[in-house]
């Protein structure tokens, strides 16, 4: 049961990761192109990318998937 869980949160935790980062990667071209943000972390203004929302909870969403890979990863070498 446990393993399953483990697994669920890895892969919630991976699609988290990339909703984030793609989320990000469009900011970052948005504000290299002078445009205005149009997803909503920055809303409606020219703000660097660096500073909003986004960024910071891509790298939160980072830190928790290598957490996760690494705690699924020691689970399986404990057999």
């Known amino acids: 049961m446990i393993k399953k869980l483990l697994f669920a949160q890895f892969?919630?935790?991976?699609?988290?990761v990339i909703f984030a980062w793609s989320n990000f990667t469009?900011?970052?071209?948005?504000?290299l192109n002078q445009r205005a943000c149009s997803l909503g972390c920055s809303a409606g203004t020219l703000t660097n990318p660096f500073l909003t929302p986004c960024f910071y909870g891509?790298?939160?969403?980072?830190?928790?998937?290598?957490?996760?890979?690494?705690i699924l990863k020691k689970g399986n070498n404990l057999k």
């Open 26 to 31: 469009i900011e970052m071209i948005d504000f």
């Open 11 to 16: 892969f919630i935790l991976m699609a988290g």
């Open 58 to 70: 891509a790298v939160v969403f980072t830190i928790s998937f290598i957490l996760s890979a690494v």
